[in-house]
């Protein structure tokens, strides 16, 4: 590594795209944000389709795409995130799910495909390591009632359906084979077998016996999503020759930062919600970059807001980001890259297939007129319009870190 | 042919893009353009990823893509167009190699790896139609210490590594082969072979000797680099339907024109250098306008003063560009087009991902706003950001020549 190269830090404020909405305006253009915009006038500026035009991406597959990794190529299915981001142990071949505590009647009928947004690590224990068939089961409860799960064992799949339905008042479903196959066929039979021993044993827990008297919904059976199979993929320092170190506190983003390559950094307060410890967070990706030449930083509670359909919030989200991490971050030596991993637009609540605006500044990079960070601002820039693939080559050749390709 | 065709120069002037540098500007937004002004106030502009965004081009990939190639596909090695350059004859399976005169001393450690940049014709003519086991070599003197080599035999492959180094100081490098296989260790073994043998016979040439009296550094050994293998590649005649001339200096571009079936000008004083004669281009140029559809015009030396950090000398050489080239070629009938192959920024010595300008004037174009002919007002043109693969496309297009999918 020559000293010539310089680093880079990329914050992702997920779920930060918008549409007009209150006055006309998005909630980026409504917030005060007057150290983004800063960054927008000393940089270049662009809209970027993280996956590609009108295309929605999911959060999993455009922060493969942020990263240079085509996502049609490299996405092995949500589960391996999650359960990566829960500090799980993966080997090639292992099928993991994305899970949550849900209350269910003994009809098997859903009361809350939540349990009340609360899960517990004893319950968690009471399942992890089962046997079904050859297969080992591993199981860990991140945060609130979400899970995730490992299956480790011969031929397994992750061709099976999601056993959370996402409907209320429903039953719960079965996990069916999404391919003819004895893989498949094999890897619903356990997961199937595996919810019905999770009701067995968790309905009964004293843990849920002291919930029930309280007055509170028992977290009595396990609900299986996002079937995904770990394939190592080669890293991030492998392909651009750069370390890489990941600033989040959603585990999703911290599965994605591990496999690539990323290492983890444990931020005291980052909750991956509203209440999130963003100087926490700009302290550490500050200390990273001594070490690290490029540092993901990650704020997920733009999409939940989002989500949420909260203007108000999301606008003061937006807010608190400007003044509390980017007015620490942005004036180092390091590049500085500001986008989003997609548009969750206030008006519809789920993610969009809008571009989302991104800037880069720092050293020799050719500076446009735009002077505000925004979604419209944005689309006079000098970066035109941009795919989430290309925003890696084009960080990694300013930091001196370049792919080249003849002579 | 129906005669509402029209035809087209395309300028490419080498490594033009560049970062913004002296009072912020870049070479081409300091130099005086009034003329490749005009060309963008009465055009279309946009940028230009010749390959791919952040992906740095070489000059030799560049111009494939330039020319609609996809150079991931056509890509045939950089000594198949140098030996094409040098007026070499080639044919299926041949395995050609870019070679530099060096200087070594009698234990082959590096003194000069240009032999102070001069070659000599007796020298290269001392090597040509050496054989070694089933394999004849020809070989030819470029430019100063440049040189083409060509071997013909069976089972020979490009798959092989450079023994030019580029490090001054080491030793002559071993050639390897780069994938496990008969014809890659054949190969190395004959390019071993024949560099031991160019030793041998130039280090005691009457050239050399009086080269030594005069106190100067024998050309005493010959350095290979950049195999290539010939293929057959469908010309632009028969791809685009018309007929297309080369109006270049430096060995390599003409080379590329040979490959994709251009008739190659010769012009007195293109020289490929600082020092080319500009306006004996554009008389070339012309002319050829008479008899071909498409004229490429390439300039070297913008590329080898941002290789040189000399920002001045690029800025006076886009000036004379726009004076002695772009004046003269501006006001025909024919299209015009004006881009580069790569940036090559004088910040940083080497060639870069930041993509280039691009404008094109004539008959029915959609006239932009543009009205400075650089990287940074192009970023507002009606072009937008397009990749290099589409400027023939859209060129051809425009001529008549078009590409219909569909009915």
Same mark, same amino acid.
């Given at each position: 590594?020559?000293?010539?190269?310089?680093?880079?830090i990329?914050?992702?404020?997920?779920?930060?795209?918008?549409?007009?909405?209150?006055?006309?305006?998005?909630?980026?253009?409504?917030?005060?944000? @007057?150290?983004?915009?800063?960054?927008?006038?000393?940089?270049?500026?662009?809209?970027?389709?993280?996956?590609?035009?009108?295309?929605?991406?999911?959060?999993?597959?455009? *922060?493969l795409?942020?990263?240079?990794?085509?996502?049609?190529r490299?996405?092995?299915?949500?589960?391996?995130?999650?359960?990566?981001?829960?500090?799980?142990e993966?080997? /090639?071949?292992d099928?993991?799910?994305r899970?949550?505590?849900?209350?269910?009647?003994?009809?098997? !009928?859903?009361?809350?495909?939540?349990?009340?947004?609360?899960?517990? +690590?004893e319950?968690?224990?009471?399942?992890?390591?089962?046997?079904?068939?050859?297969?080992?089961?591993?199981?860990?409860?991140?945060?609130? *009632?979400?899970?995730?799960?490992?299956?480790?064992?011969?031929?397994?799949?992750?061709?099976?359906?999601?056993?959370?339905?996402?409907v209320?008042?429903?039953?719960?479903?079965? #996990?069916?084979?999404?391919?003819?196959?004895?893989?498949? !066929?094999?890897?619903?039979?356990?997961?199937?077998?595996?919810?019905?021993r999770?009701?067995?044993?968790?309905?009964?827990? @004293?843990?849920?016996?002291?919930? !029930? /008297? !309280?007055?509170?919904?028992?977290?009595?059976?396990?609900?299986?999503?996002?079937?995904?199979?770990?394939?190592?993929?080669?890293?991030?320092?492998?392909?651009?020759?750069?370390?890489?170190? #990941?600033?989040?506190?959603?585990?999703?983003y911290? %599965?994605?930062?591990?496999?690539?390559?990323?290492?983890?950094?444990?931020?005291?307060?980052?909750?991956?919600?509203?209440?999130?410890?963003?100087?926490?967070?700009?302290?550490?990706?500050?200390?990273?970059?001594?070490t690290? /030449?490029?540092?993901?930083?990650?704020? +997920?509670?733009?999409?939940?807001?989002? *989500?949420? %359909?909260?203007? /108000?919030?999301?606008?003061?989200?937006?807010?608190?980001?400007?003044?509390e991490?980017?007015?620490?971050?942005?004036?180092?030596?390091?590049?500085?890259?500001?986008?989003?991993? *997609?548009?969750?637009p206030?008006?519809?609540k789920?993610?969009?297939?809008?571009?989302? @605006?991104?800037?880069?500044?720092?050293?020799?990079?050719?500076?446009?007129?735009v002077?505000?960070?925004?979604?419209?601002?944005?689309?006079?820039g000098?970066? #035109?319009?941009?795919?989430?693939?290309?925003?890696?080559?084009?960080?990694?050749?300013?930091?001196?870190y370049?792919?080249?390709?003849?002579t």
């Amino acid at each position: 590594m020559s000293s010539e190269r310089g680093a880079a830090i990329l914050l992702v404020c997920d779920g930060l795209g918008d549409r007009p909405t209150v006055g006309g305006k998005t909630p980026l253009q409504a917030a005060d944000t @007057p150290n983004m915009d800063a960054v927008s006038e000393e940089g270049i500026n662009g809209l970027m389709d993280v996956i590609s035009p009108g295309i929605v991406p999911g959060s999993d597959t455009a *922060h493969l795409a942020l990263f240079g990794y085509d996502p049609y190529r490299y996405y092995p299915g949500r589960g391996v995130f999650e359960a990566l981001g829960a500090d799980m142990e993966l080997h /090639q071949g292992d099928i993991a799910f994305r899970a949550n505590f849900a209350t269910v009647d003994d009809s098997m !009928r859903i009361i809350d495909r939540r349990a009340g947004r609360r899960g517990s +690590k004893e319950l968690a224990d009471a399942l992890d390591g089962l046997e079904i068939e050859d297969v080992r089961i591993s199981l860990r409860n991140t945060t609130e *009632h979400r899970c995730a799960v490992v299956m480790r064992g011969d031929n397994l799949s992750r061709l099976v359906s999601d056993v959370d339905t996402h409907v209320e008042g429903g039953t719960v479903g079965k #996990c069916r084979p999404l391919k003819e196959g004895e893989a498949e !066929r094999k890897t619903a039979r356990i997961v199937n077998e595996f919810v019905r021993r999770s009701y067995e044993i968790l309905n009964k827990h @004293p843990v849920n016996e002291e919930r !029930r /008297q !309280r007055g509170e919904l028992p977290a009595n059976i396990l609900l299986l999503r996002g079937a995904g199979s770990y394939k190592e993929v080669p890293s991030l320092h492998a392909r651009f020759g750069f370390n890489a170190a #990941c600033v989040a506190g959603a585990s999703l983003y911290k %599965g994605v930062g591990k496999y690539l390559g990323m290492t983890l950094i444990t931020v005291e307060g980052a909750t991956g919600k509203g209440d999130t410890n963003l100087a926490n967070k700009a302290e550490a990706a500050l200390h990273a970059l001594k070490t690290y /030449q490029l540092v993901f930083v990650h704020v +997920k509670a733009t999409d939940s807001m989002g *989500h949420d %359909g909260n203007f /108000q919030g999301k606008k003061e989200m937006v807010a608190r980001i400007d003044k509390e991490l980017v007015a620490r971050l942005k004036d180092t030596d390091a590049y500085i890259a500001i986008t989003a991993d *997609h548009s969750t637009p206030v008006s519809i609540k789920r993610h969009s297939g809008d571009p989302v @605006p991104v800037v880069m500044k720092g050293e020799g990079v050719r500076r446009d007129e735009v002077k505000r960070f925004d979604e419209l601002s944005a689309a006079s820039g000098g970066l #035109c319009r941009i795919r989430g693939l290309d925003l890696i080559p084009i960080l990694a050749d300013l930091m001196g870190y370049y792919v080249m390709y003849g002579t």
